[in-house]
């Protein structure tokens, strides 16, 4: 979500007249005040961002002007910030049409009144901002109608000012885009199979080779049981690639939205080095990669694994770009006060910038200026993810995605990232890694019961945290778990997988089981976060992502019982 200008702003520019003077408007000038649908199918230019007027009145509705308002099948709603809650002070017919409302229960009310539990929070909280600093803004939000059914609203909000600047209106113009947005999410679930279908074989591949490393070094660690070291090294191996085969699962639960996306301090470099194998794979044997990587790049705060698709979305049109084969440079630099004034535009502070060249066929202007929009392709169907997907992602991470291309000479993209606060949160992390004491070393030996349907990964649990120094128990199901509780048993922390048979499942456990034990610690576990219901995902339970190393549930369950005292 991007504001549009201020009033200050807003004045710099050379203002449209109308009506004699009688009203005056900031145009657009194709600026994009945000992510919402645009009706224009592209960036308005003479439409007004902001206005300003010389007479305020809403009582004179004699005119053609007021005619219009009300015939038009484009809600409105007008609202008065000078009033207490900025109620609105006029609706349109088309505006209780969309939202089934009467005009008796809209006029003196926020338009707080069509939120609801799904509406996204941070979505508000820009909107608010916006009224904060009087600024249009764009944004697709979740509302709610009268009979409590949902419907995704394109909002254009835009302040209205007197001839002396003093804020007199807020304007809301809506669209319903339900359809729009359920098909764009039909659309880009498909794409993103569809990069997966590319990625399949490769990704077989590697999942064959490290079956193959775990297996073959599980074998040579029982055939060298006399010997220690050579069944140490062999296990190490086995673990190691266990945990790549992991991380190759995660990535593609992410490709197919069924895994929790989590902001994690990262250096961009690091990760752009870890996942070249498959970036080389990918780009095939006719496209060279070249990186070009700052060193001393600061760490920012980012969803590594959806980074990872961002990267590969723009790779993959590089490649496509460039059929007869040729380079690709991936590069990092820092975007210190100096550029971001001069070229970016971007608040205050210090980016981090992820850059993609290519000296693919380009784009002309034309397509260049549609390049993020999701539906527009200039492939064949089953191409690529779209850039729209990594335009979304990096919004959402406060960064800026710029592209700039021509015909013949390439493509460059560049992914702008603000670097993560080194303060407070890096002092605690350090902390975290070197103050905290090894799990099991406190006095009493907590007692840890863990419940899960799963034998072997049961049994594994159970022996990391007993050669930890905990007192465990441990169940099979929520049942057995449940049985032990109102036995007596004497625990410190419930460790508890999400879906287990019998009926019970992990959530549910948790409910009884503190209804037993108020403020009972608990850390949950799952490998498939469509597995964890969204009453669980909105709670603060902590979750631990499967496969999990034996040091990350040490560490997950020392926090736990540090926290709870």
Known sequence: MVMGSNKEEGLEKPLDQKGGGQSAGVPASGEVEGNAYSPLGTPGVK???????????????????FAAVEMTRMPMVVTDPRQPDNPIV??????????????EQVLGRNCRMLQGPDTDRRTVDEVRKAIDEQRPVSVDILNYKADGTTFWNALFLGPVFDAEGQLLYFFASQMDITERRSSQDAYLQAQKMEAIGQLTAGMAHDF????????????????????????????????????????????????????RLEPKRLNINSLVVEFSEMLVRTLGDRVDLRLDLRPGLPACMLDPTHLEMALLNVLINARDAMPEGGEVSVGTSIVREEDRIDKHKLPPGTYVTLCVIDKGS??????????????????????????????????????????????????TVKMIFPVADNGADAGRAVRQRDGVPAAGAADGKPGVLVVEDNDDVRELAVSVLGLAGYAVLSAASGEQALELLEGGADI??????????????????????????????????????????????????KILAKPYRHETLLEQVQTTLKNSR
């Open 362 to 411: 380009g784009m002309p202007p034309e397509v260049l200026r549609r390049a993020t929009e999701p539906f527009f392709t200039t492939k064949g169907p089953g191409t690529g993810l779209g850039l729209a997907m990594v335009h979304g992602f990096v919004q959402q991470s406060h960064g800026k995605l710029e592209i700039e291309s021509e015909p013949g000479k390439g493509t």
């Open 208 to 259: 064959n080779n490290l079956l193959q490393v775990i297996n073959g070094n599980l074998e040579v660690a029982l055939v060298s049981l006399d010997n220690p070291g050579a069944a140490r090294e062999a296990l190490v191996r086995a673990q190691r690639a266990a945990m790549r085969a992991g991380k190759l699962t995660q990535q593609l639960l992410t490709f197919a939205r069924k895994q």
């Open 90 to 103: 006029f609706a349109n017919g088309a505006f209780f049409d969309l939202t089934q409302y009467k005009e």
């Open 492 to 541: 410190d922390l419930l460790f508890t997988d999400v879906i287990m048979p019998g009926g019970m499942n992990g959530l549910e456990l948790i409910e009884k089981a503190r209804k037993l034990h108020p403020g009972l610690p608990v850390l949950v576990t799952t490998g498939y976060m469509d597995d964890l219901p969204e009453r669980g995902r909105s709670t603060d339970l």
């Open 47 to 65: 439409h007004w961002q902001a206005s300003f007027i010389s007479r305020e009145g809403l009582q004179d509705r004699s005119n053609v002007f």
